[in-house]
């Protein structure tokens, strides 16, 4: 009955972690509708390695890590269909220099306006409270890469949000 002592130990892994790891998703993405259908997707392909995945010591880092690529793969998806769909419809030969965006209204949409590496270390870093090394496993980089990107993030962040904003961000990290 190793099946069903693994199909138990599964079971026990998604009810802890799914809502952990689809909010990851919702943060990475800024996608709401997305966030749950990644976080299945990850689950879908740790369940096809259980067997192996069962043994680590940090299953839990490897899912994260699977969220992230899937995630940096929708993002990367959704930036080349609106890049086709701009050339489908573009009329006019006029150049914009800038993005259209409003004002920046909070976080999460601060957070879209991140390169995908910067926005999963500060999304890991403060939203989730990992470690720089469990961020480093998380996203398959160097603990140096993870300081360095939070801190670009964290100063892009403040950019956009100004100085108070992140300020609390970075504070109630802190006071957890």
Known sequence: MLLDDASAEFHDFFERHHAELARLAHLLTGEKDAADDLAADALVALWQRWDRLRAAQHPVAYARGVVANLARERIRSTVRERRRV???????????????????????????????????????????????????AALGISVGTVKSQTSKGMAELERLLGAAAVGELAAGRRNR
């Open 86 to 136: 701009a050339l489908f419809w573009s009329r006019s030969t006029e150049l914009v220099d800038g993005p259209d965006v409003a004002v920046v209204l909070d976080v999460r949409a601060a957070l879209t306006r991140l390169p995908f590496r910067k926005r999963a270390c500060v999304v890991l870093r403060h939203a989730f409270d990992l470690s720089e090394k469990d961020t480093a």
